[in-house]
């Protein structure tokens, strides 16, 4: 999409270039692609007018006249542009009050439960003893979920199933002030911002409990409903922040720029996954990006780099260089790759306008790699270090030795000689100044 | 100004632009692009998508000089027949013969899919079916715990086994039991997961599989539940898991909220299936069928 946006502004700019006055329909053109490419990525349709009509100036002034890449530029200062609106990164959770209470609100299914679980293992990580708060009385089996996702990960649950969620909240703080648990996060339940009894609730906790943190949760898939959403859970409630979640798929997550213009409140945690560990700060440069369909290039270098071994990396760029790239080197890449996530995950946060299009519609079978492991194996240290030697009786050994078909064997060689042919490419390409992602560091052929 | 206070002056600017456009969508009057612009705001804002916005309309435009017409309302009736075509044509797979009916809830966390289990699971059996729920969440916690108090509200058995075990196994075991016990129709409900997740997309297709060794021709309904507030992202669900294990229908969940889940039009450019049912609730009692037409109606207004 990024290249999209950039290629269609592309178009629509070059033609400006040079020309002293823009006419009012030149640039409403080129504002069109940035309004429907922010339209698809879901940010809602008020925001993105008002958004557009805010960078009006910009997009068209001096600086994009003057570019002989327009089309980027543009794309640049959108890019900027959202980042500031996006807000400062800031994770930090308020902890006043002892105990500090942190509310957790948010529509159906959002993912209040397993986000509450989530922040305390976080805070229990930074040396204090959260307690868990199970306020949601409605949902059948609510109480017993937070409960089971605390005992996975050692901490708390206060329960009292047969309570009002205000009487619950109430006793767990008492609970916790009594027994030297600080914060208390209190998981209620999923509701409508149309519910005026369940969000009167809500601020009836509020008026008791004065938490310190009172988070909307939201799904990072959402839709044109995010504005209604969370300008109905401010307004009701005086929110301090937002956690995005399911931030782990391909969702673009316009609903971050939606809920931020509404709200104002700063985003604080990203959900990126099922599991309790899968809570990160927001990164606000990143979200941008994401919106604008670039992709999340910079989480995956960030994950590349912390699984990526520099010696190793070190020796294999000196291989490189000298085309002594083996097999054996092949495998310990593989095995590298898998180390810094899934391909799915990877591919994922690939900017995916500009993969090739066969690697944008493809599944990864993880066994794939396992197969091309088993295959590796099976080969004599000679034949790893010299395939070329490998001939077809050899091949059909090394195919029943690793329980793979003479084609898996072909099709490894075969990958194996062009990515040779491509390193070749990428070592001249880099005499000619191209240089490595990846904050100067060397040793990836595969990105 | 900050930046909240700039964005509320907006936004009231654009609320009396859309108010505007709201009159323009309603009064009679002649057909130019402020009215077609109109149209495709509101589907935009119905999250509609993009893309089946801007064809649907343009569309419309073909149409409407084809046929010469020159009213508003004409021209909208059109659209909204368009939309309904689109989404009907939900029908009840008649029972196989002997053999339980077999139904598989599938869709992305949270959407809503073990609340549907029950409600389906409730219809049927106030039809006077003998019906089975299947726990076939191993995986999140408390999922089974969560399906077990919707089976004993609703007055139907469950097949359970340890969470953690083998979602395919646990299917396996509830359909031997199904034909056993002679039961109606069985339904299954299934671990959230994003389609974006390979190997849980492989589980999924192993459950199909399993499904269909034990009785051949199940499962009969594949329903891909939704959550009336996704945006775009339901186009990209809809291609995935219908890649996995063939979709036979949507589940539209949680329209009592504010959004209007038009979504589901954009998905039928791959799924092509009707609109099964629509969650308006979270009681027993909160599915519907699917309306084609007030829900199109519902869009444009
Ligand atoms: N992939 C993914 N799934 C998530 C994430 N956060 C939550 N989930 C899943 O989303 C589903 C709903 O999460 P819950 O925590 O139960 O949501 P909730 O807001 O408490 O739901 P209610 O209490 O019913 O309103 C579960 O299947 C979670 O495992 C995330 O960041 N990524
Ligand atoms: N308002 C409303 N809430 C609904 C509707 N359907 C489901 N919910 C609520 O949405 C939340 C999630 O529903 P579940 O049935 O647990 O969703 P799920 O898809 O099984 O979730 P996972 O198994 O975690 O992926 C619960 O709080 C339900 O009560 C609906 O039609 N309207
Ligand atoms: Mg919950
Ligand atoms: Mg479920």
Redesign the interface.
């Known amino acids: 999409m990024f290249a999209n946006l950039a290629e269609k502004l592309q178009n629509t700019l070059r033609k400006l270039r040079g020309k002293g006055k823009l006419s009012e329909k030149d640039v409403d053109l080129a504002l069109r692609e940035i309004r429907l490419a922010l339209l698809e990525a879901d940010v809602n349709f008020k925001v993105v007018k008002e958004f557009v009509e805010e960078i009006r100036e910009r997009a068209v002034g001096e600086e994009v006249r003057q570019s002989l890449t327009p089309g980027q530029q543009v794309v640049k200062i959108v890019h900027e542009e959202l980042t500031a609106l996006m807000g400062r990164e800031q994770s930090k959770i308020n902890l006043a009050g002892s105990p500090a209470v942190i509310m957790l609100a948010g529509l159906q299914g959002s993912g209040k439960t397993t986000t509450a679980v989530k922040l305390a293992v976080e805070l229990s990580h930074g040396g204090r003893k959260p307690l868990l708060a199970a306020a949601d009385t409605y949902r059948p089996g609510a109480a017993e979920q937070l409960q089971v996702l605390g005992d996975s990960a050692g901490l708390p649950c206060y329960r009292n199933d047969g309570a009002s969620p205000v009487q619950i909240c109430r006793e767990a703080v008492r609970f916790a002030a009594r027994e030297g648990y600080d914060p208390v996060i209190l998981d209620t339940a999923g509701r409508l911002h149309l519910d005026a009894a369940m969000m009167d609730e809500l601020k009836e906790i509020k008026a008791q409990l004065k938490p310190a943190e009172l988070l909307l949760v939201v799904d990072a898939m959402t839709g044109q409903d995010a504005v209604n959403v969370a300008s109905s859970f401010h307004e009701a409630l005086g929110l301090t922040g937002v956690i995005l979640t399911k931030l782990d798929g391909d969702t673009r997550g316009g609903a971050a720029l939606s809920v931020r213009a509404v709200t104002g409140c700063p985003i604080k945690f990203a959900g990126v996954g099922e599991k309790l560990d899968a809570l990160e700060p927001f990164h606000p440069e990143r979200m941008a990006s994401r919106i604008l369909g670039m992709g999340d290039l910079l989480t995956l270098i960030e994950k590349a780099e912390a699984g990526f071994d520099q010696q190793k990396a070190r020796k294999l760029e000196q291989k490189l260089r000298r085309q002594e790239f083996t097999l054996d080197d092949f495998r310990e890449q593989l095995q590298q790759i898998q180390q810094i996530g899934s391909m799915e995950e990877i591919l994922a946060m690939l900017p995916a306008a500009q993969l090739p299009k066969e690697l944008r519609r493809l599944q990864v079978d993880e066994k794939q790699f396992q197969r091309i492991e088993a295959v590796i194996a099976s080969m004599t240290p000679a034949e790893r270090n010299n395939p070329a030697i490998i001939n077809s009786s050899r091949r059909r050994r090394i195919a029943r030795g690793s329980g793979t078909t003479v084609q898996d064997v072909n099709r490894l060689l075969t990958q194996f000689s062009q990515m040779q042919r491509l390193f070749k490419q990428m070592g001249s390409l880099e005499k000619k100044g191209f240089k490595n992602i990846g904050k100067g560091k060397r040793g990836f052929p595969f990105f | 100004m900050?930046?909240?206070e700039?964005?509320?002056a907006?936004?009231a600017r654009?609320?009396e632009g859309?108010l505007r456009h709201l009159d323009l969508l309603f009064s009679g009057g002649e057909l130019n692009d402020d009215f077609y612009e109109a149209l495709e705001?509101a589907l935009?804002?119905?999250?509609v998508?993009?893309?089946a916005s801007l064809k649907l309309v343009e569309q419309l435009r073909l149409e409407v000089s084809r046929r010469k017409i020159r009213e508003r309302n004409q021209a909208k009736e059109i659209l909204m027949q368009e939309i309904t075509a689109m989404l009907n044509g939900a029908e009840e797979p008649v029972k196989p013969d002997g053999e339980p009916l077999v139904i598989l809830l599938i869709g992305?966390?949270?959407?809503?899919k073990t609340t549907t289990a029950a409600k389906l699971a409730y219809r049927y059996r106030r039809e006077g079916n003998e019906v089975l729920l299947v726990a076939g969440d191993t995986?999140?916690?408390?999922?089974i715990?969560?399906l077990?108090?919707?089976a004993e509200?609703a007055g139907v058995a469950l097949i359970r086994q340890q969470p953690g075990s083998d979602p395919s196994a646990v299917f396996y075991d509830a359909l031997n039991a199904a034909r056993a016990r002679q039961v109606d129709v069985v339904i299954g409900d299934t671990a959230g997961r994003?389609?974006?997740?390979?190997?849980l997309m492989e589980e999924l297709k192993k459950i199909n599989r399993v499904i269909g060794r034990v009785q051949p021709g199940a499962p009969h309904r594949v329903l891909l539940v939704i959550?009336?507030?996704?945006?775009?992202?339901?186009i990209?669900q809809a291609a995935r898991f219908n890649?996995a294990v063939p979709v036979t229908g949507l589940v539209l969940t949680?329209l009592?909220?504010?959004?209007?889940g038009g979504?589901v039009v954009g998905m039928q450019d791959t799924l092509k299936v009707p609109v099964c049912y629509v969650g308006v609730g979270?009681k027993l009692e909160d599915l519907l069928p699917f309306e084609a037409a007030d829900f199109a109606r519902a869009l444009l207004a």
């Open positions: 900050n930046l909240v700039r964005f509320k907006g936004l654009s609320k859309f705001e935009i804002l119905g999250d998508g993009v893309e992305v966390n949270g959407s809503g995986f999140r916690a408390a999922a715990e969560q077990q108090i919707w509200r994003l389609h974006t997740k390979v190997n959550d009336a507030t996704t945006g775009h992202n339901g990209a890649e949680k009592d909220g504010t959004a209007r979504i979270e």
